[in-house]
């Protein structure tokens, strides 16, 4: 089955800097590719999403690259904020197979003022 | 147009009593999805229902864990006879099918959790 592999496991930035975050899938297969935030208490929340025909995509401060042959993908802050601080997971679905996603392992990111 | 519902949001059970965690989807999704949670760690797929199917139980227990989707209703996770190893955050996530909508239908949307503790 599919294996997410995420890091780093923790990661520390200075306000404003950069933060980047890189996974590794598995499944070839793979073709749907969410990011999720989750704050200490709340719910995952999607923060962006990806699709093996894109292979890259940009939200504001947020962006996700994919790489289909060598099956990493990762997610871009910048200009980090206090508010950046937080868990942050990647995940891959085979979209229209059996929608079950499988996530990474989580990346905690701290900002540092 | 409300998000997905979880209750209870904490519930505390001894071992050996059972846990009952439901989760209403958002309204105009027919799929559920249950994850567990372990603290400091992600996200584990457990099961997938649709309306009244069971479609891919590959992550879930073999026993004392079982789900359901009725046709009305809240889905149900089902713990019997819980354990401390039991004692996690449950979520369940919501996605939409055969509507268009602002997201792609397979989008998957969480519930706020329920943190089930096990004394």
């Known amino acids: 089955g599919e294996n997410v592999e995420q890091h780093p496991s923790t990661l520390s930035v200075q306000e404003g800097d950069s933060a980047v975050i890189k996974c590794t899938y598995s499944d070839s297969a793979s073709n749907y590719f969410p990011w999720y935030k989750q704050e200490l208490g709340k719910r995952p929340q999607l923060i962006i999403d990806i699709r093996s025909n894109v292979g890259e995509k940009k939200d504001q401060r947020i962006a996700v690259t994919l790489n289909k042959t060598a099956k990493h993908f990762s997610l871009h802050i910048t200009e980090t904020q206090p508010e950046d601080s937080a868990v942050y997971f990647c995940?891959?679905?085979?979209?229209?197979?059996?929608?079950?996603?499988?996530f990474g392992k989580g990346t905690r990111l701290h900002i540092l003022p | 147009n409300a998000g997905v519902m979880q209750n209870p949001r904490h519930l505390v059970r001894r071992r050996g009593q059972e846990a009952r965690l439901r989760c209403s989807p958002m309204k105009g999704h027919s799929h559920v999805y249950w994850y567990r949670q372990l603290p400091e760690e992600g996200l584990k797929f457990m099961v997938y229902l649709q309306k009244e199917n069971i479609i891919d139980e590959s992550g879930m227990p073999k026993e004392r864990f079982s789900a359901e989707f009725p046709k009305e209703g809240p889905s149900i996770l089902r713990i019997q006879q819980v354990v401390r190893g039991d004692s996690a955050a449950y979520f369940c996530a919501s996605s939409q099918v055969g509507l268009a909508g602002e997201r792609p239908k397979d989008t998957q949307y969480f519930g706020p959790g329920t943190r089930l503790t096990v004394l």
């Open positions: 995940a891959a679905s085979i979209t229209n197979r059996d929608d079950k996603i499988i």
